[in-house]
């Protein structure tokens, strides 16, 4: 897939956001919109995998550590094949498998149910160490908030992922500087965020996460470093693609309404003709 | 205690117990959060090193990674004090282990109040209560070495999460007995009687056989069940000791808040009402001292169990 290819399918990505979260009249439609651009690398560039085949044990494995975004995990499947992009409207909805949070369980590909912030790079580690206690070449991605640095089992992760070297692990950090109750700084700084993972013996990337040419030169870079894992420290635009919603923190966990569900399908029809 | 009474701490059993079945099951991994050493898990790591993984001293994240381990095909058996087994960790098993419902084992060594000189920060009493809450998960308290050894390898033989609590005290083996079957979720009627029924767990079942004793040399006829899978619960044995004796008197080294005895309370109330005394720690925290001492002190020991039930009859 082309870089046209994949800059019109982020954008399919994104209405899939957009749309699920309106129809479900809740849920994360920020961070997931801020993560578009990755999660549309992973799943149609990057990752080893096989939406006929979810199961297939030599896959690359992916953790959304952070969970609440699942509209963006929902959506790139569903726009991959996991799973009919009709179904995004069931999202959050009574007898839906498009849980809140995703639940392993209920769709095939999902890789691990997350969605309490903190706890996907432990199990990340543990994918990418039974790789290694197995012989077996597949990579293992993570996903983490900028916000979610703060929960302290990051660091017990981090730290366990650098001393036993998990060169087949590659986490991303979505760092759209925002959370709940403001900006990151503002709130507990986790900043230098390169600073850090270099100090837990990660190779350390800095990127814009929403460009697609620098998601694919770090990726790549990443897959030639041997001995410690690697973390893409990904700054991004909270909401990106969508006017009213990017960099503003109100739209972490709020749904638009039918008005402004307009506007912002606008806003990425636009955008998709700009790329034509 | 005459010396030719074998006595075995079961996180001693736990740790033979992993190394024995090391070449059984390739899948098996152990971790550590840096007590492998009194967990007993180094036996396992000595046998099989490249199959022990010592996490450090980061109990949460060990509970991840042991997650992660499970969806690749790996069993793994996490391993710590019960305090950080089940009480650290606590959301980390709910939410990494047991919402999805992955086949991650928990050992947890260093439970209740035999833990002893470490005193209270140390005893937990509360793991049971803890882990019966989530769903899908085995809850298991073996009473001696034979039973500890046994419930390992129906761990690595079932699917899904499973919890297991040891203990550091010495323990009297009771089940060195011919005809001995372990089975998860079926209790073990250890001894006939008509009067009362003394339901028991983990350390505490070969105290309950002792104050059995006395109360049957005052003429009360005992009945005393093991129940060493506290969940799911043997219904059909606490059912049919409500019904012949009435009532029941549970026993473990434990809060009384939560586990065993208000499973058992929980059972009856609804299907066969009786009289449940529910002996374990009363709401209180430990404190430091020999185990021996701490159960003398807190009724645990065959002699409390036996005057706390005498105080009740």
Known sequence: MDKKELQLTAVKVRKGIVTAVHAAKAGHPGGSLSAADIFTYLYFKEMNIDPKDPQKPDRDRFVLSKGHTAPGLYSVMANRGYFPVDELTTLRKLGSRLQGHPNMNDVPGIDMSSGSLGQGLSVADGMALAAKLDNKSYRVYCLCGDGELQEGQIWEAAMFAGAKGLDNLCVIVDNNNLQIDGTIEDVCSPYPIDKKFEAFNFHVINIDGNDLDQIEKAFDEAKTVKGKPTCIVAKTVKGKGVSFMENNVSWHGTAPNDEQYAVAMADLDKLEEGLK | ?313
């Open chain 2, 1 to 313: 205690m005459s010396d030719e009474i074998k006595k075995v701490a079961t996180r001693q059993s736990y740790g033979e117990a992993l190394a024995e079945l090391g070449d059984q099951y390739p899948d098996l991994v152990v971790l550590d959060a840096d007590l492998a050493n009194a967990t007993k898990t180094g036996i396992f790591q000595k046998k099989f090193p490249d199959r022990h993984i010592d996490c450090g001293i980061a109990e949460a994240d060990m509970t991840g990674i042991a997650a992660g381990l499970a969806t690749c095909g790996k069993i793994p058996f996490i391993s710590s004090f019960a305090m950080f087994a089940s009480g650290r960790n606590f959301e980390q098993v709910r939410n990494s282990i047991g919402y999805p419902h992955l086949n991650v084992k928990i050992g947890a060594t260093h439970a209740g109040i035999t833990v002893g000189e470490d005193g209270a920060s140390h005893q937990c009493m509360e793991d049971l209560a803890l882990m019966r809450t989530i769903p899908g998960m085995t809850v298991v308290c073996p009473s001696d070495d034979v039973e500890t050894k046994a419930a390992v390898k129906a761990a690595l033989d079932m699917k899904g999460p499973f919890y297991m609590r040891t203990s550091r005290a010495a323990t009297k083996v009771i089940n060195d007995v011919p005809g001995y079957i372990f089975e998860l979720g079926k209790g073990i009627l250890m001894k006939e009687g008509k009067d009362i029924t003394i339901i028991a767990t983990g350390i505490e079942v070969g105290y309950a056989l002792e104050a059995a004793e006395s109360l049957e040399n005052d003429g009360v006829s005992v009945r005393v069940i093991n129940i060493h899978t506290i969940k799911p619960l043997d219904e059909d044995i606490v059912l049919k000791a409500a019904e012949e004796t009435g009532k029941i008197f549970t026993v473990e080294e434990a809060t009384v808040i939560g586990g065993l005895g208000s499973a058992v309370a929980e059972l009856t109330a609804s299907r066969c009402p009786t009289t449940v005394h529910r002996i374990g720690m009363q709401d209180l925290f430990g404190e430091s001292g020999t185990w021996s001492g701490l159960l003398e002190k807190y009724r645990l020991d065959g002699k409390g169990i036996y005057s706390q039930i005498k105080e009740l009859l």
